[in-house]
């Protein structure tokens, strides 16, 4: 328990730096990975033979070691997601932006809250298609065939990140 707290810990430290560019939704995905990651940490090491826990230094040799794998996996998740909202940001910028930048025929303007809540009512996977597809006046994949679902993805997710 007392490892669980110090990788809470350690997390809020690293974190703090980009606190205010990481949405909430972000830091408890973050978090939650971190506790999991903890959780099996220690879990695994209750499976250690004894040998492994013969000493206090051994003992907390081996919490810093998982304190350090938590720490290492928590920032490769926080690198994947970071990496799909800046694939998100770029798609956005250069083929939805053009509708959804202003609200030009009716399609949802990013950031204007509630017109986007109505939107997600259906789900995200629903807007992930209807972005593919095409919708009403939107063509499919804003118009942009060369795009691949997975950067329409991401563009749609990163719309909704500005908008609740
Ligand atoms: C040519 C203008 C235009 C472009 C470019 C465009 N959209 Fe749209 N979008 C619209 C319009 C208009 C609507 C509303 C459609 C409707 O409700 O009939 C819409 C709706 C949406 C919705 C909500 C769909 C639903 O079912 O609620 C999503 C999500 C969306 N667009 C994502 C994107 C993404 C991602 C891109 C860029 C890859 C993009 N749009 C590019 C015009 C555009």
Do not use: F
């Not at 974190?15 to 995905?29: I, P, T, W």
């Not at 209750?46 to 720490?71: D, F, I, S, V």
């Amino acid at each position: 328990m007392n490892l669980l707290l110090s990788c809470k810990a350690l997390n809020s430290i690293c974190c703090q730096q980009e606190e205010n560019a990481m949405s909430k939704r972000l830091k408890r995905v973050v978090l939650l990975s971190v506790v999991i990651t903890a959780l099996l940490a220690c879990s695994r090491q209750e499976e250690a033979p004894p040998a492994a826990k013969q000493t206090p230094q051994a003992g907390m040799e081996k919490a810093r070691e998982t304190m350090r794998e938590a720490h290492e996996g928590m920032k490769q998740v926080h690198e994947g997601m970071v990496a799909g909202m800046e694939m998100g940001k770029a798609v956005y910028e250069k083929t939805c932006a053009a509708c959804h930048a202003t609200g030009v025929n009716g399609a949802p303007k990013v950031g204007d809250k509630a017109a986007w809540a109505e939107h997600l009512a259906e789900g995200i996977e629903h807007l992930v298609q209807a972005a593919i597809k095409g919708e009403g006046a939107m063509p499919p994949k804003g118009g942009n065939p060369s795009l691949s679902e997975e950067e329409v993805r991401a563009a749609v997710h990163y719309m909704i990140e500005l908008s609740r």
